[in-house]
């Protein structure tokens, strides 16, 4: 989401005084916030309203919405047309402020939402990036579910709105991103999987009517946007030219997922131009895939004053009533912005669009508050009308922060010290920039949190600490190197705490290399040297670094990479350091080294490999180079083994027409359509048992992945996620977790020109250490 347009810099600096100040004016106006929820129909407040179609609940939606349409002005549908939605006093319509955010809690970024001393914070769970290292589906969706109520019980002391413009699904294309902390990671499957349960955790009600939602979610930021401001190349005119085989295999599935699998009410376009066309100008990007391949049941949405940039920044209209027409013709319903209320009607003056777009565009947002019950009258009567501030901050919710940190903790390196033994260690010492932060943990798109627990705090309340920063800051133009040794020589063990913030990382903000920020490494290595004890590293962000110095030095019994980790960070970090909890996060990223960014532009948007020039590709599914971690690391307190309970099939014959082409040439795929793909065809679908065993001395939690590597055709990913389970097995325990494979759906890949083939020949199948060869042959 844009926060920061172009026009209006809203950049949010936490160390400004500026911003400060800012957040101290919002706080107090707040503070004299509405008590009683925003809604539309109050028959009960004014009977004469009883009369209108749209309110009453008994019709259905779509004859509510035309009778809303029906009564309204020009100019009063306008109104509707941007995220502060004019009221129409004379129908009982109040203004309804579109615009606010969920991205891992109720946030304050967006002006729908506010706290005060009803609602001082919210729950705020880790960024996303480390919720999805726990590869825990079940967790995206409770912690949906804890989101939207939190949200309901706001709107119905007036605190928030009932749309909320999260989860931002996009692909973490390159390590460089400031805002890849937002997403699910770098893998299609994953990413999709993210978005469809974290948009049912928030949308799903406990109604009969399944077109009711609980809040409206919005998938963000469609599509390939993943540039924000790398060496002077901006977003607002950034061209990310995308070949239509990576469009469909990596930059859309999350999309299709949100609207297909998780049926998301909303689909926010990105400020990007996608092959020259903005996407929120892009009728095929829109009206054709969206809304006509994809059937969204909901409204498309701009990024923040984008449909301003098309016109002012990209230069794609002359004039901005070409640019407000070719929006909402586009396929577009909603601005976020006034520049649609400004030139709309100048733009229908001149022909250029006709009032039935605008209508189209209205109807799908009143649809979309009509399923919140926005129409319904007072909400305080509707399903969810006892929720309240008493629903905010209650204990399960801010444990449940505490377990999706611990979830997602990755351990990257073990020499045997982890865990730190509570009863051994008697002095410990915390150094680094980030030990004793607070509101570092919750990222961006943050929300005031119910209460912070630092690492510094965590690790305190198990064993007794000393501390020091070592540096002032992550930038750390200056390292007290004498201060932290001292400090290490004289502990039984160490824990640095550095990494990055959103100085370093952030929306507006690409990284231009992969190192520690400042004097952090030669901090990290002099300590390392004199430390008496055990020395732990634990890296805070939400991109990888070019940590190979400490992946490879003796000295460094153990590394974590906890994200931005939410409210209750510190309190995860020291339950995984002393062995409370068993850690099961996996990367969800690759961490490249250093000499990956020098040699690849951040701008270059293919994702396979290229040999006639040198370049390497990207993410795990094609980049074959040198890795610091791979994108699926992580260890454990004990030892997982894999075998195979029930193997696949060595052969599957894919029966085909007696006409096919490919009875009578040789073919090396076939189309993953067709009678030979058709449901319950004979040999179209597998499953493959795998018996897993905690051969270790304590419980832990596993990830169970199962990829392919199909055959070379079509430049085909060097291997991809089919699937992953999380399984909890006790010490000597063991269990199978049971996979199903459709050959066309599974097997297939996208070719050049976004068709999905299925590779005739030898297909690999890989669960950890083991490995299954697979041929598919007419």
């Known amino acids: 989401m844009g926060s920061s347009s172009p026009l209006t810099r809203r950049k949010r600096d936490p160390t400004s005084v500026l911003s400060v100040f800012l957040v101290f004016l919002c706080f107090s106006a707040s503070s004299n916030a509405q008590s009683t929820p925003v809604f539309a129909c109050d028959v009960a407040g004014n009977s004469s309203l009883s009369a209108y179609g749209f309110c009453n609940s008994a019709l259905k939606i779509e004859a509510r919405v035309a009778d809303l349409v029906g009564r309204l002005t020009l100019q009063e549908k306008i109104g509707f047309l941007v995220n502060k939605a004019n009221g129409v006093t004379r129908l009982g319509i109040p203004t309804y402020e579109w615009w606010s955010e969920a991205l891992h809690g109720v946030s304050y970024i967006g002006p729908g939402t506010h706290f005060s001393g009803q609602v001082p914070g919210a729950t705020s769970f880790p960024q996303v990036i480390l919720t999805a290292a726990s590869f825990n589906v079940s967790l995206f969706q409770a912690i949906g579910k804890v989101v939207s109520t939190e949200a309901r019980g ?30 699910p990671g770098e893998d299609p499957l994953l990413s999709s999987k993210y978005a469809s349960e974290y948009v049912k955790g928030l949308q799903e009600t406990e109604s009969s009517d399944a077109n009711r939602l609980k809040v409206a979610a919005c998938c963000k930021h469609y599509t390939a946007y993943d540039v924000d401001n790398w060496k002077g190349i901006e977003r607002y005119t950034f061209n990310a030219v995308v070949n239509q085989q990576d469009m469909d295999d990596t930059y859309q599935p999350p999309f299709k997922s949100c609207v297909l699998d998780g049926n998301v009410a ?32 909901g409204y498309i949405v701009s990024d923040c004053d984008s449909v301003d940039v098309l016109y002012k920044n990209q230069h794609y209209t002359k004039t ?9 013709n586009a396929g577009l319903d ?52 006892g929720l309240g501030p008493k629903d905010v901050c209650t204990p399960s919710n801010q444990e449940l922060a505490a377990e999706a940190a611990r979830q997602g903790i990755v351990l990257l390196k073990n020499t045997g010290s982890l865990p730190l033994s509570p009863t051994t260690i008697k ?27 630092t690492p510094l705090q965590g690790l305190a309340a198990t064993v007794s600490t000393t501390y020091l920063p070592g540096c002032s800051n992550v930038a750390c133009a200056v390292a007290d190197v004498d201060a932290a040794t001292k400090l290490a020589a004289e502990a039984e063990a160490t824990v640095l705490v550095i990494g990055a913030d959103q100085s370093i990382e952030a929306e507006s903000r690409d990284r231009i290399d992969l190192n520690l920020p400042g004097k952090q490494q030669d901090l ?22 070019d940590i190979t110095f400490a992946k490879n030095d003796p000295k460094i019994a153990g590394i974590l990479w906890v994200g931005y980790p939410g409210e209750a960070g510190g309190i995860a970090i020291a339950d995984v350091i002393f062995g409370r909890y068993n850690p099961s996060g996996r990367l969800p990223m690759t961490w490249y080294p250093q000499s990956y960014v020098e040699k690849v532009p951040m701008t270059n948007m293919n994702m396979r490999p290229d040999t006639s020039n040198g370049y390497p590709g990207r993410t795990y599914r094609f980049y074959t180079g040198e890795t610091v971690y791979a994108f699926g690391d992580g260890l454990s307190y004990t030892k997982f083994s894999h075998s195979l309970a029930k193997a696949p099939p060595r052969a599957v014959s894919l029966r085909l027409e007696e006409n096919h082409v490919c009875r009578s040439s040789e073919c090396q795929s076939l189309d993953a359509l067709g009678p030979h793909c058709e449901k319950n065809t004979v040999g179209t679908a597998f499953e493959v048992h795998v018996k897993v065993r905690n051969g270790g001395d304590r419980e832990g939690i596993h990830t169970v992945f199962l990829f392919t590597t199909p055959p070379a055709v079509h430049g085909s ?45 030898q297909h690999l199948l890989h669960v950890g250490d083991l490995k299954h060869s697979l041929s598919i042959r007419i």
């Open 334 to 385: 909603l601005n976020c912005g006034s520049f649609l209320g400004q030139h709309t009607e100048a733009a229908v003056n001149a022909g250029l669009v006709n009032v039935t777009a605008i209508d189209k565009a209205i109807s799908n947002n009143f649809l979309t508050l009509m399923r919140l019950g926005f129409f319904d009258g007072d909400p305080k009567k509707q399903i969810y009308g």
């Open 266 to 297: 909303s689909v926010m376009c990105s400020y990007n131009k996608v092959n020259g066309i903005p996407t929120c100008a892009d009728p095929d990007l829109l009206s054709g895939v969206i809304r006509g391949e994809w059937k969204l049941n």
């Open 427 to 453: 002095t410990l010492a915390v150094i680094g920039p980030n030990a004793n932060v607070t509101k570092t943990m919750i990222g961006n798109y943050e929300g005031t949190p119910c209460k912070y627990t």
């Open 320 to 328: 901005p009533e070409e640019a407000a027409a070719i929006s909402i």
């Open 524 to 545: 990290v290595t002099q300590v390392a040297k004199a430390a008496k004890g055990p020395v732990l590293l634990v890296i805070m962000s939400g991109g990888g670094f």
């Open 154 to 183: 706001m709107y119905n002391v007036g605190l928030a709105g009932l749309t909320y413009w999260s989860p931002n699904v996009n692909i973490f294309r390159d390590p460089r991103w400031g805002r890849g902390q937002e997403t």
């Open 717 to 761: 990913p060097r291997k991809h996620l089919l699937g992953f389970e999380k399984i909890r097995l006790g010490k000597m325990e063991e269990a199978v977790v049971k996979f199903e494979v459709d050959v066309c759906k599974d097997l297939s890949v996208v070719d050049e020109v976004g068709k999905r083939k299925i590779g005739l020949g």
